[in-house]
Structure formats: structure tokens, C-alpha cells
């Protein structure tokens, strides 16, 4: 068989070979068959040495052109089956952006700690610091160090949690009131809220849970009056319940205050008249509060002849409660996000 006509029916059994090859894979082993040292086209080069000097330089060149086509041939090949394959990977990797998005949507604080933010933002605004106690507190700051000694009747007003002997949950924010003043030792004047969680040994219903917030405020200074008290609740009245409340001081009993006040607020809703939310009395009761007692004064290390203070404590649920017509104290605690959602920020 003459050269040319066998270069051609290799070239032709290649294209026939090419258009059935699936893959790189397939494509490598045709190279190798077509090109490679044991291929056909590599085997003619041994007949040069069965011609003559003149025929070898066309004889080589007519190889050379052959595997040049074949080379040209397979690369042709091999782009469309790179094609082939990156199509095929992008079609599986395809992303149906027509789909609905799963409901991520965006968390917010809850309502208690927005109305606590809101409450610090407001005193802070007026030059207070915020300080934070431990929620495991000891007798001797939950109650000894707050003129509550160990057999004192109003113990029983706030059924503890005890873990040992010494040791309880904080029933109140107030030890917050006495750790600060130890720290600042009696020296300096004292202006402080406290947020945080408090524990009562309480069977939950509608208006008691066993854990609930407070936010403890106290201010010692030099010259320190009950007016000064009254006028700091009042800014905090309007801005929880809006620019025309008013407030009203009525005795009371702590054992931490001499005097001792409970603060009632203008009914917002009837604007002081009398409705069935305030029970006709046009007053709502928010918090507790008072002189700070010179005994509690005295254990935290300030001489009552030259500091006195004041110090309330607010039931952060309760407020909320009032504010929002909540009726059930424990829709804070069952994190059911129907109530939830509805106080979005
Ligand atoms: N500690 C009181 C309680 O938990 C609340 C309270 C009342 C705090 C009067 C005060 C205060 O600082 O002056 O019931």
C-alpha cells in the first residue's frame, strides 16, 4: 500500500474513532493509539530506511504533515468535548433563583429587654451608670445588709429560693444598691440602675412567675431629698406613658426606705377620670420606693449626717403589662412568637 493512501485511511478511521469518543479519558487512549510510539503512523517511519536518499526528505515531511492533521484533528476534539462537559456541569449546578426563599426573618429583642434599653437609655441621659449584681447572692446582700435581718417579719414577703444556708437566688435587685456602695466605700456619691432577673419561690399563674425583672435605681449624694425622688419618677411616668401623667406618692413599708413610698401614675387611658383599667381610682401603681434607710446607709459604709439617697425598684413586667394591656405574665416566659412578633423594634 502506497503512504498516502494509508496516512488517509488512518486519518479516516481517526475521524470515524473521534466522533464517538464520550471523554478526555477516551480521547487520551485515541491519542496514544494514533500517535503514540506503537501507532501505525510511527511505524511507517521505519520504512525511510528501505528508501532512497531522495525519496526520505518527502517521505518524512508527508509523516510529519500527517501527524500535524492528526494532532489538529484530536485538539478539535477535545475542545468541543470540554464544552460537552462544562455544559453538563453547569445544567447540574443550576440554581432555580425563581424559588421561594425560606423565612429567615430577622430576630429582635424581646420585650422586656427593649423596655429595659429604652429605661437605661433614659437614665443614662441623666448621668447614671448602669451596674449588674450576681443573680446567686447572699443572705447578708439580699437582706442582712438591706435592714432585713434573719427573723424579720417582711422576710416573708419574698419567698426566697434558697441553695444553702447563706446562699439564694436574689429575690430583688436591691443588693445591687449595696454591693455599689461598698465598692465606692462610703466616698463618693452614688447614681446607679440596675436591671436583671430576680427569683421567687411563686406558683406561676396569670400575675406571678417564679423569675421576673427588675431595674433597681439608687442615688446617694450630699443634700439628697425626697423631691428630688418624685421629680426623677415623674420623667420616668412621661416617658413610659406619655407627656401628661402625673404622679402621686402614698406611705409604704421597706425595710431598706425610711420613708417608704408607693408611686401611682395618671391612668392613661382615662386620663386620671376613672376606667375598669385603673378600677376607677384614675391612678395605676408602678413601683416602690423611698429614703434610703440611714441604717442601710450606715452597713454599706455612708454616714447618713453627711449622704442621704433615694432608691426605687421597678417591676419590669408589670410595666409592660400596663403599657401594652399584656394580662398574663407568662407570655413573657413561653417565647410563643405570635406574642413575641408583635413587639418588633
Ligand atoms: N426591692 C423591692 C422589691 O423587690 C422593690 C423596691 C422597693 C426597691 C422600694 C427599692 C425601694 O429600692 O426603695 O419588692
Known amino acids: 500500500m502506497n503512504v498516502d493512501n494509508k496516512i488517509e485511511s488512518l486519518k479516516a478511521s481517526l475521524e470515524e474513532a473521534l466522533a464517538t469518543v464520550?471523554?478526555?479519558?477516551?480521547?487520551?487512549?485515541?491519542?496514544?493509539t494514533y500517535l503514540g510510539k506503537k501507532s501505525e503512523l510511527t511505524q511507517l517511519m521505519r520504512h525511510m530506511k528501505d528508501l532512497s536518499n531522495e525519496e526520505k526528505p518527502a517521505f518524512g515531511q508527508k509523516i510529519n504533515e500527517a501527524k500535524q492533521a492528526f494532532e489538529a484533528l484530536i485538539d478539535a476534539q477535545k475542545v468541543i468535548i470540554q464544552k460537552r462537559e462544562m455544559d453538563a456541569l453547569l445544567k447540574k449546578?443550576?440554581?432555580d433563583v425563581t424559588l421561594d426563599a425560606p423565612d429567615f426573618s430577622p430576630g429582635s429583642a424581646h420585650l422586656l429587654n427593649q423596655i429595659i434599653e429604652d429605661i437605661e437609655d433614659l437614665f443614662i441621659g441623666m448621668g447614671y451608670q448602669i451596674k449588674e449584681g450576681p443573680e446567686i447572692e447572699t443572705d447578708l446582700m439580699n437582706f442582712e445588709k438591706l435592714n432585713l435581718p434573719k427573723d424579720h417579719p417582711a422576710r416573708d414577703m419574698q419567698d426566697s429560693l434558697y441553695i444553702t444556708e447563706d446562699t439564694l437566688l436574689r429575690t430583688h435587685t436591691s443588693p445591687v444598691q449595696v454591693r455599689?456602695?461598698?465598692?465606692?466605700?462610703?466616698?463618693?456619691?452614688?447614681?446607679i440602675i440596675?436591671?436583671?432577673?430576680?427569683?421567687?419561690?411563686?406558683?406561676?399563674?396569670?400575675t406571678h412567675s417564679h423569675q421576673f425583672m427588675q431595674?433597681?435605681?439608687?442615688v446617694?449624694?450630699?443634700?439628697?431629698t425626697m423631691s428630688d425622688l418624685k421629680g426623677t419618677l415623674l420623667v420616668v411616668a412621661?416617658?413610659?406613658?406619655g407627656p401628661d401623667r402625673k404622679i402621686r406618692f402614698r406611705p409604704d413599708y421597706f425595710p431598706f426606705t425610711e420613708p417608704s413610698v408607693e408611686v401611682d401614675v395618671t391612668c392613661a387611658n382615662c386620663d386620671g377620670v376613672g376606667c375598669s383599667i385603673c378600677k376607677q381610682t384614675g391612678y395605676?401603681?408602678?413601683l416602690g420606693a423611698g429614703m434610703v434607710n440611714d441604717k442601710v446607709l450606715k452597713m454599706s459604709g455612708y454616714d447618713p449626717n453627711i449622704y442621704q439617697g433615694f432608691a426605687f425598684g421597678i417591676g419590669v413586667e408589670r410595666l409592660a403589662m400596663l403599657k401594652y394591656g399584656i394580662e398574663d405574665i407568662r407570655h413573657f416566659y413561653t417565647n410563643d412568637l405570635r406574642f413575641n412578633k408583635q413587639f418588633k423594634r
Open 22 to 32: 464520550e471523554n478526555q479519558n477516551e480521547l487520551q487512549q485515541l491519542k496514544a
Open 93 to 95: 449546578e443550576t440554581i
Open 180 to 191: 455599689t456602695m461598698l465598692e465606692y466605700g462610703g466616698k463618693k456619691p452614688v447614681k
Open 194 to 206: 440596675c436591671p436583671g432577673k430576680v427569683y421567687r419561690r411563686d406558683d406561676d399563674d396569670a
Open 215 to 218: 431595674i433597681e435605681g439608687l
Open 220 to 224: 446617694v449624694d450630699k443634700e439628697t
Open 238 to 241: 412621661k416617658h413610659l406613658f
Open 284 to 286: 395605676i401603681e408602678i
